[in-house]
Nanobody, 120 residues
Framework: QVQLVESGGGLAQPGGSLRLSCVAS????????KGWYRQVPGGERRELVA????????NYADSVKGRFTISKDNNKNTIDLQMNSLRPEDTAVYYC??????????????WGQGTQVTTI
């Protein structure tokens, strides 16, 4: 069973920084899109924050462009999210995600347990 374990959330002041890390166990890491999503309190859905496709295409939500940076290490099976210039509206539970789709395989998602980020 694949597990995604997140770390690095916490409390930050506006303008501050936090770094989230996610490590995946026992998976062919290179065939999966890597991403971070977030869900605000009371929100009904998770929104994409940033992602990296299997061929190295980076995608960021407009609200975080220029402030957040996603990175990966295919040898260590890790996905990191460096968050700078944090704002109160960045407050949410952040989830690590691995997503697979054709031609790399059938559609499937793995999720981490979530880590709280609070900016006040």
């Amino acid at each position: 069973q694949v597990q995604l374990v997140e770390s690095g959330g916490g409390l930050a002041q506006p303008g501050g920084s936090l770094r989230l890390s996610c490590v995946a166990s026992e998976i062919n890491f290179r065939d999966w899109s890597k991403g971070w999503y977030r869900q605000v309190p009371g929100g009904e859905r998770r929104e994409l924050v940033a992602s990296i496709s299997p061929v190295g295409i980076y995608n960021y939500a407009d609200s975080v462009k220029g402030r957040f940076t996603i990175s990966k290490d295919n040898n260590k099976n890790t996905i990191d999210l460096q968050m700078n210039s944090l704002r109160p509206e960045d407050t949410a539970v952040y989830y690590c995600n691995l997503h697979r789709s054709p031609p790399w395989g059938t559609h499937y998602d793995y999720w981490g347990q979530g880590t709280q980020v609070t900016t006040i």
